[in-house]
């Protein structure tokens, strides 16, 4: 899987809870995407980053905030989750040709 | 929003039948990429075709990119199987690091 994780898998919270998801990649690459899949809508980027502390929002940003301190890791956290976000999340790294490269996704439940 | 809509949303066909399927796109595009996504797991990337480029080739996928139309198409010869999956299309605009996704064609090979 091309050298990228996510973490946790599976997740189930409460309504107005945070969580945080972990993405880690092992390629060095400077750009990292959060991307969330729901039925009817394919996927939609929520954020993204070019580089070390750059970070630029994505169509579907709200109620979202990440952060990237290492090149290897790129964090999603919802602040105060609503069942809204109930979701599959992915994360994607992209190499200098524009393919992305993705990582296996993290079920969000938010109840 | 959506750049790339794929048409048709579903298809099923028979082992060893050709699959096509097509994409639209709304505004210039720097490229587009085809992706497939297997129930339950991350996307992979399949081809990439440049906006200069007419036609690519990539083992059993034929890819077609029509400026002019805004349109592509993803054609799979001698399908089998294995090749059931969601097929995604997507675009990079010009000045642009973001991918943006169609909401998908399910392809089901039937054996």
């Known amino acids: 899987d091309a050298g990228i994780t996510q973490s946790p898998r599976h997740k189930v919270t409460e309504t107005g809870t945070p969580v945080t998801l972990r993405c880690h990649q092992t390629?060095?690459?400077?750009?990292m995407y959060w991307y969330r899949q729901d039925p009817g809508h394919g996927l939609r980027l929520i954020h993204y980053?070019?580089?070390?502390?750059?970070?630029d929002k994505g169509e579907v940003s709200d109620g979202y905030s990440v952060s990237r301190s290492k090149t290897e890791d790129f964090l999603l956290t919802l602040e105060s989750a609503t069942s809204s976000q109930t979701s599959v999340y992915f994360c994607?790294?992209?190499?200098?040709?524009?393919?992305?490269?993705f990582g296996p996704g993290t079920r969000l439940t938010v109840t | 929003s959506q750049q790339g809509e794929e048409d048709p949303q579903a298809l099923s066909i028979q082992e060893g039948e050709n699959a096509t399927m097509n994409c639209s796109y709304k505004?210039?595009?720097?490229?587009l990429q085809w992706y497939r996504q297997n129930s339950g797991r991350g996307l992979v990337h399949l081809i990439l075709?440049?906006?200069?480029?007419r036609e690519k080739h990539s083992g059993r996928l034929r890819v077609t990119l029509d400026t002019s139309k805004k349109s592509s198409s993803l054609l799979i010869t001698a399908s089998r199987a294995a090749d059931t999956a969601s097929y995604f299309c997507?675009?990079?605009?010009?000045?642009?690091?973001?991918?943006?996704f169609g909401t998908g064609t399910r392809l089901t090979i039937i054996p």
């Open positions: 390629e060095n690459h400077r750009y």
């Open positions: 980053s070019y580089g070390v502390k750059d970070t």
């Open positions: 075709i440049r906006s200069n480029e």
């Open positions: 994607a790294i992209r190499d200098i040709s524009y393919e992305q490269y």
């Open positions: 997507a675009t990079v605009n010009f000045g642009n690091e973001k991918l943006t």
């Open positions: 505004t210039s595009i720097n490229n």
